[in-house]
């Protein structure tokens, strides 16, 4: 087991959806699409341009959280935070992948979020066409 490097406390939740960022509230809106979430902070991947973040910059950012509730039941919770761009690693020559520390965490972990224990196929009923 080589837990040596990993630092963080806790689980991310991974998904790819649209994510928009700007600079401020009256910057030029550009679209990534999301990496991974936590309560602290979001990676996301975005086109290399003269609009790509660096590092230190403060930005907002707007998106979208699938959220599972304790009854099985499944929602997006629509988030805008602000925070300062971590981290701009190279993915390719088209692509960047941000990483930003909000400055508000949000009010629950995504990536730890209990979905019912019960066999989902149980809970499906056959769809006959």
């Given at each position: 087991?080589?837990?040596?490097n990993e ?9 790819h959806w ?69 981290r701009v ?41």
């Amino acid at each position: 087991m080589n837990a040596t490097n990993e630092r963080r406390r806790e689980e991310r939740l991974r998904y790819h959806w649209p994510v928009w960022f700007a600079e401020d509230n009256d910057g030029e809106i550009q679209q990534g699409q999301m990496a991974d979430v936590s309560s602290e902070g979001a990676a996301f991947t975005c086109y290399t341009s003269d609009c790509c973040p660096y590092p230190g910059q403060h930005m907002m950012a707007r998106f979208s959280i699938p959220r599972h509730g304790e009854d099985g039941s499944f929602d997006m919770v629509d988030v805008v935070r602000s925070g300062n761009v971590h981290r701009v690693d190279i993915v390719n020559n088209m692509l960047r992948r941000v990483a930003i520390c909000f400055a508000e965490p949000l009010p629950f972990r995504p990536g730890e979020q209990t979905v019912s224990q019960a066999d989902p196929t149980e809970q499906l009923e056959p769809l006959f066409v």
